[in-house]
């Protein structure tokens, strides 16, 4: 099954703490301490996912690199959440809202109980394959991890020299609202500030007005953009970011540090520059949360890899009242000559109606089977649109 949907996952901004208002903490215990435990992963889409029990039931989260705190929803199935108060939240795609806190019952993962960990709680506004998130807060605690997809395991350990001796490209990172940001290289002599984020699953996308304050200095930047557009494709756990310009990029490497990755299609967004947990296809990632340091290593010889991943052409975002609509269309591609525009709002597909955001995410586009969407323009006009997945 094939969808155009970017989502990327929240980036929570703490406010100051008062009677009524729960900000930042990291107050939640670990079972076991002078530890080390190998733990097994499911990578689905490049993200991760682990299992954790509570109240002899196991449930699904996602490792978040880019949460700065753990995130359940209000369809969560998990039992026993306890309310704490509020916070200011900001998501991924720039949006604020004002939302309950709750602490997880303890949690199990591997041989380590996680308890007291408090998690931020978003509406269901989505689907999602998977019962909570779990933030960077679980390395900032004080552990080391490192993630491993290609034989599907974690290692964590809470012992600062575990992982000393490991080889590999080190970045370090800083914390901004507590999640680490790296220095990468998107073209040459220009470094962009990006966060590392494990929740959201392509390799890189820019931050708009950082490229833009790129492309100024240089005509090497300006020759790697193959189209520019009006829309939107981040979707956070508010909603989808404010429109603007995207800009299509086809880099010729992006560096991390001696390392480069080859024949990159990436795209700018409002949000934050984001490295993705796509890169965890080309090697392991070691995560020190006491040096601060995030180490690449990968799979096959060599200080490249040829990426030549398939450029993001089409992303559908929710609009505010919850209708699915064309975030972004590329212009040239299948969907655009088909007839697709920004805006356009899915009304339905193959005579299904499509009445909410989550019911389009329910709709199986079958690759390589053809769907007719019926569409409501930006004019106000209703036309049927003919597409190919």
């Not at 940001?181 to 470094?191: D, L, N």
């Not at 995410?361 to 390589?368: D, N, P, S, Y």
């Given at each position: 099954m094939k969808r155009s949907v970017a989502c990327l996952l929240a980036v929570l901004l703490p406010v100051m703490a008062n009677a009524q208002t729960r900000g930042y903490s990291t107050n939640f215990t670990f079972s076991q301490r002078n530890f080390a435990d190998t733990i097994p992963i499911e990578v689905v889409d490049n993200q991760i996912f682990v299992k954790a029990t509570a109240g002899g039931r196991v449930y699904r989260f996602c490792l978040d690199t880019g949460?700065?705190?753990?995130?359940?929803?209000?369809?969560s199935p998990i039992s026993g959440l306890r309310a704490l108060g509020s916070v200011v939240s900001r998501d991924a795609a720039g949006r604020s809202d004002t939302v309950?806190?709750?602490?997880?019952?303890?949690?199990?993962?591997?041989?380590?109980?996680?308890?007291g960990y408090v998690a931020s709680l978003f509406p269901s506004t989505m689907l999602r394959a998977y019962d909570g998130i779990i933030g960077f807060d679980f390395f900032n605690k004080g552990l080391c991890c490192k993630i491993d997809t290609r034989n599907r395991r974690m290692v964590i350990a809470d012992r600062r020299d575990f992982f000393d001796g490991e080889t590999g490209y080190a970045l370090h990172y800083k914390l901004k609202w507590f999640v680490p940001?790296?220095?990468?290289?998107?073209?040459?002599?220009?470094?962009d500030e990006a966060l590392f984020d494990t929740g959201s699953n392509v390799l890189y996308t820019m931050n708009k007005q950082s490229f833009d304050e790129h492309a100024y200095k240089s005509r090497n930047v300006n020759s790697q953009v193959e189209a520019r557009v009006k829309g939107k494709l981040t979707i956070g756990n508010i909603g989808a970011e404010r429109g603007g310009e995207v800009a299509f990029l086809k880099l010729d490497?992006?560096?991390?540090?001696d390392f480069s990755f080859l024949d990159v299609s990436a795209v700018t967004t409002q949000g934050s520059s984001?490295?993705?947990?796509?890169?965890?296809?080309?090697?392991?990632?070691?995560?020190?949360?006491?040096?601060?340091?995030?180490?690449?290593?990968?799979?096959?010889?060599?200080?490249?890899?040829?990426v030549s991943n398939k450029p993001l052409t089409t992303a559908y975002v929710p609009t505010d009242d919850g209708r699915a609509s064309v975030g972004i269309v590329m212009p040239g591609c299948a969907d655009y000559e088909a007839g697709l525009r920004q805006g356009d709002i899915i009304i339905s597909i193959d005579g299904k109606a499509i009445a909410s955001f989550a019911?389009?995410?329910?709709?199986?586009?079958?690759?390589?089977?053809?769907?007719k969407m019926r569409v409501l323009t930006q004019e106000g006009k209703v036309k049927d649109v003919v597409i190919t997945r």
């Open positions: 949460a700065s705190q753990g995130t359940v929803y209000a369809s309950s806190v709750v602490q997880l019952p303890a949690i199990t993962i591997g041989k380590l109980t996680i308890t940001y790296v220095m990468v290289s998107p073209f040459k002599r220009h470094y490497r992006l560096k991390w540090d984001k490295i993705g947990a796509a890169m965890l296809r080309y090697g392991a990632v070691i995560i020190n949360g006491f040096r601060r340091y995030i180490r690449f290593q990968p799979y096959d010889d060599g200080d490249s890899v040829k019911a389009f995410q329910r709709f199986t586009l079958v690759k390589g089977m053809t769907h």
